[in-house]
């Protein structure tokens, strides 16, 4: 009897939370303030690191910027202060467990507080076909992409957890929920990021944290860079073109403040995360060689290796 009484229970919340989330794309819910909130942002030199930076200031946030390169990440604190906003910068190597814990130490004596809202934004791509790929290369991708999410979270989930207070924010790709051809390493870190968040995801709600939410975001091409050349089919390129990096931190970062535990970026890349799901690996293999993701990549590859400098490898 009970068994029964809890499962109508479960179909009416799965019902009701199906019609919630379809009204939410019409009405958007209310957004959270964070003026005052300490916001750490990973890779905040980089294209979509500093343009968080620049919209939680906005917010009235205060940022603490980690990047592995000092220059570009000054520019980012430069910006901010511009802004009338406070930022405050360290050099962090997110491949190194130890400089996380070190830094997190550090910022935490500067600063005397603790992070609220942790954006965990870096991410590197080797840009090299698998057998091409130096090993090194391949490790550097799954420390960065992957493992510095476990020191981050561990650096900063105990104080949020004790303040029943926090955002992790994880910055994905649609390339953690389907993949294509030549970016093993990113896909597999990418889809590590996607199982990491879910569980973490899992494991506050179970425990019922209700005050830490938690955030997947997953971005489909964005123009900063990080993938020049990469390129589907012109036709279908009109209907699902690069993001501009703006749009891209806009769209993440309303559905940070209304609380929105998923978002890929343009809606439009739930379909092929359903068809994945859904349909037989032949007709999705079919479907890519229409519409050319198949070989996106390959133009992207042939950028990196003209990247490639006195003799060292480039680094993407
Ligand atoms: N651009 C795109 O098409 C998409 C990007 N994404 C994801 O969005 C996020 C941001 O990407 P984007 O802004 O384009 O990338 P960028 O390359 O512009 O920025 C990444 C930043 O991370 C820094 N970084 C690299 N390695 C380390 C390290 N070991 N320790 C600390 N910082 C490091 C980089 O420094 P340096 O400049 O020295 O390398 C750079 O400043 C990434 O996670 C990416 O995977 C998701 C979907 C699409
Ligand atoms: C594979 C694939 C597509 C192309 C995806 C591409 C080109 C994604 C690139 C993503 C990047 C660069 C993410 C970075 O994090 C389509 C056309 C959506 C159709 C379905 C299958």
């Not at 799965?14 to 209310?30: G, T």
């Not at 005050?211 to 012109?234: A, H, Q, S, W």
């Not at 806009?250 to 535990?261: G, H, K, Y």
């Amino acid at each position: 009897m009970i068994f029964l009484m809890d499962l109508q229970m479960m179909l009416l919340d799965v019902i009701y939370f199906i019609l919630r989330n379809s009204l939410r794309v019409i009405l958007r819910p209310r957004t959270k303030p964070i003026d005052g909130e300490l916001v750490l942002i990973t890779g905040s030199g980089g294209g979509l690191g500093r343009l968080f930076a620049l919209e939680f200031t906005k917010h009235g946030a205060e940022v603490v910027l980690w990047d592995i390169n000092s220059n570009s990440n000054e520019q980012t604190a430069k910006l901010v202060h511009e802004m009338g906003g406070k930022a405050y910068t360290y050099a962090v190597d997110l491949t190194s467990r130890e400089d996380v814990y070190r830094n997190a130490e550090l910022m935490r004596k500067d600063l005397g507080r603790d992070v609220t809202i942790l954006v965990n934004n870096a991410g590197v791509v080797a840009g090299k076909r698998i057998l091409d790929c130096p090993d090194e290369l391949i490790e550097r991708t799954m420390k960065v992409n992957c493992h510095a999410l476990f020191w981050t979270v561990k650096a900063f989930l105990p104080q949020m957890k004790a303040q029943n207070h926090g955002h992790i924010v994880t910055i994905a790709s649609v390339l953690g929920l389907f993949s294509t051809a030549c970016v093993e390493d990113y896909c597999a870190s990418k889809f590590a990021a996607v199982g990491f968040h879910e569980s973490l995801a899992h494991e506050l709600l179970s425990e019922e944290v209700e005050g830490v939410k938690t955030i997947l975001v997953c971005p489909y091409i964005v123009d900063t860079g990080m993938f020049e050349g990469c390129k589907i089919r012109e036709e279908v390129e009109l209907l699902l073109p690069p993001l501009e990096p703006q749009y891209c931190v806009e769209q993440a970062m309303n559905a940070i403040l209304v609380n929105q535990p998923l978002v890929c970026i343009p809606r439009l890349t739930y379909l092929p995360v359903l068809f994945r799901a859904l349909l037989p690996w032949e007709s999705n293999v079919t479907a890519y060689r229409f519409m050319g993701s198949d070989k996106c990549m390959y133009p992207f590859i042939e950028t990196t290796k003209k990247q490639v400098t006195n003799g060292s490898v480039a680094v993407a």
